[in-house]
C-alpha cells in the first residue's frame, strides 16, 4: 500500500493525515497547536545553530512520530499554508493566475529530508490579492466536485475563515478572487474593541441566537458595517439583546457585509468551502441574498477533505511519485 503523509500547515495549526494514496481514503491523523506563527516565534527567540528549513523540519518530524505505527521512515509528505511564506519553512514564489483546477500551475519545491521526500506547495496571487493554503483547498474542491457542477462555465467558490476567498472559475481554471478579512476582523471586534462588552462567544445554541444571526445578515447585506457594527452595542445598553444572542448577530453583521456583492455575480454555481460550521452559517447567509438573475446551485464541501484532495492531486499531477533527490 502506497501512502503518503498530507500536512496542512497553517498559521495557528497544524495538521496531518496518512492517506492510502490508490484508494485514496484517510488512515490516521493527528493535530497539534504548532502554526507556522508560534514555530517562527519559536525559532526568531532560538540561539542553536539550526537554520529556518531544519528548525521547521525539526518540529514537523516530531509530529510526525506520533503516527509512527502508520507511516515509514521514507513516506513522503506534502505541505501546503503558511509553511512556504517569508515566516515557514521556507519562503516560495507564488503561482500566478490563471491557476489550472487540477494543480498543474502550482509552484512545488521538493527535497528530501532522511530518507523522506518533501514537497512544499505554494501559494498563488492575482495582481493585487495573494493566497496561501485556499489554491490546495480550491484544487480538492474541484476534485470532490467532479459531476456535481459545471466547471466549464462560471462558478464561485467561497473559502471562509480568517481571510475568506472569493474565487471565480471559469474553463476549469480560477481566473481572479478576492480577499475578505472577516474571520479577523470578526474577531477583534468581539475580543478587542468595545463591542466585547457587548457579547460573550458560544455556539449559537442560546435561545434567539439564530433569529439573531439572520437579523444581522440582513442588515450587513443592507447596511455600511462602519454604521452597522455599532448597533451591537446599541442592542446592549438598551437591553435589547443577551450578550450571547448579540454574538450571533454580530456574526451575521460580518458574513452578511462580505456577501454583498454576490447578489450582481452570474454564475450557475456557488461551493462553500469550510468547516462544518461555517459552511451552515454561510449557506444560511446566502439564502437571504436577493439575485439580480438565477440564483445559483449552492454545494458544501468540507474544507479538511479538500485540502487533503488537493494535495493527492497536486502529488499525482506533478508526478512527485518519481521525485530523486
Known sequence: MEKIICCDWGTTSLRLTVY???????????AAEHGVLAVNQEFTASVGALSRKAFFLDVLNREISRLHDHVEADTPVIISGMASANIGMEPLPYALLPFDLQGTDAVISSFQDGQRPVHLVSGCRADADIMRGEETQLVGAARLMEGKWEADEQALVILPGTHSKHVVIRGRQAVSFKTYMTGEIFCLMFRKSILAQSVIQNDFSTAGCQEAFLEGVQKGLRENILHALFDVRIRSMLGQADPRVNFAYLSGLMIGSELRDLSNIAVKDLVI??????????????????????KPRVTRVPAAMATAAGQLMMYKSHRLFNFIP
Not at 20 to 30: L, R, Y
Open 20 to 30: 492510502n494514496i490508490g484508494a485514496e481514503a484517510p488512515i490516521a491523523a493527528i
Open 273 to 294: 468551502c469550510g468547516s462544518e460550521q461555517m459552511n451552515e452559517a454561510y449557506a444560511t447567509a446566502i439564502d437571504q441574498v436577493t439575485w439580480h438573475g438565477a
